[in-house]
Antibody
């Protein structure tokens, strides 16, 4: 069974930093690209970033480019999102999602990031 | 960016009755490989999204056959043949024409009358 467990969310001041983690199990992690998607309170879904199997290919939404950095550690079956220069509009639940059989086919339960002074 | 527009934004359905959600894309989702990259997700209350339908009309693993998808080009529909109480939540369409630059519709809230 595919399992994705996010962690690392919390309350941070504007301009601050936070690093999210996603622990994967139940599938061969290093065979699949991975994604981060966020959902602001009461809002819809927004793609944030994606990373290829080896980490060679990385993509970001314009809204986070230059501030967020996605990475992965295949030895630890883990996905990360380093978030810097955080803004109030980055407040959201952050989900990691796999691309195993289909794009964005399995999602974690999410971790809440709140950016507020 | 490809814009996805869903209608209606909310609907209330009596159990056992059908429901239908429309999704329109700002450009054709037909890829040069012949596939159309339109997906449907359901986010149940307090849960993360779950994949229901991929490539317009294919049910994902474990999805009940009361869910069906149809459409082509820029116009797509998700139908629930007989709504059950467990179907409440937010339904999103998503385009995957140029992965990973996906975009979602605004979401359609389904509740039970």
């Amino acid at each position: 069974e595919v399992q994705l467990v996010e962690s690392g969310g919390g309350l941070v001041k504007p301009g601050g930093s936070l690093k999210l983690s996603c622990a994967a199990s139940g599938f061969t992690f290093n065979n699949y690209s991975m994604n981060w998607v966020r959902q602001a309170p009461g809002k819809g879904l927004e793609w944030v970033s994606s990373i290829s199997t080896s980490g060679r290919y990385i993509h970001y939404a314009d809204s986070v480019k230059g501030r967020f950095a996605i990475s992965r550690d295949n030895a630890k079956n883990s996905l990360y999102l380093q978030m810097n220069s955080l803004r109030a509009e980055d407040t959201a639940i952050y989900y990691c999602a796999t691309n195993t059989i289909q794009p964005f086919d399995y999602w974690g339960q999410g971790t809440l990031v709140t950016v507020s002074s | 960016d490809i814009v996805m527009t869903q209608t209606p934004l909310s609907l209330s359905v009596t159990p056992g009755q059908p429901a239908s959600i429309s999704c329109k894309s700002s450009q054709s989702l037909l890829h040069s490989d012949g596939k159309t990259y339109l997906y449907w997700y359901l986010q149940k209350p307090g849960q993360s999204p779950q994949l229901l339908i991929y490539e317009v009309s294919n049910r994902f693993s474990g999805v009940p056959d009361r869910f069906s998808g149809s459409g082509s080009g820029t116009d797509f529909t998700l139908k629930i043949s007989r709504v059950e109480a467990e179907d409440v939540g937010l339904y999103y369409c998503m385009q995957g024409l140029h992965l990973p630059w996906i975009t979602f519709g605004q979401g359609t809230r389904l509740d039970i009358q």
